[in-house]
């Protein structure tokens, strides 16, 4: 993704940023499957 470090300090909001990291490396794959309006859709449900 091109982190190469963190922009928060404490602890948990360093694992809510890696959290969000990883969930949009896991969407990528998804959204070229499917593409964009797929994810999009469900995201507004």
């Known amino acids: 993704m091109g982190a190469t470090h ?3 300090r404490e602890l ?3 694992r809510t ?3 969000l ?3 949009a490396y896991n969407l990528t ?3 070229k ?3 964009n309006e797929a994810p ?3 995201m507004r449900v």
Do not use: I, K, Q, Y
């Open 12 to 14: 948990e909001r360093v």
């Open 40 to 42: 999009m859709v469900a």
């Open 33 to 35: 499957l499917m593409g």
């Open 21 to 23: 990291h990883v969930l």
């Open 6 to 8: 963190f922009l928060t």
């Open 29 to 31: 794959p998804v959204m």
């Open 17 to 19: 940023e890696t959290s």
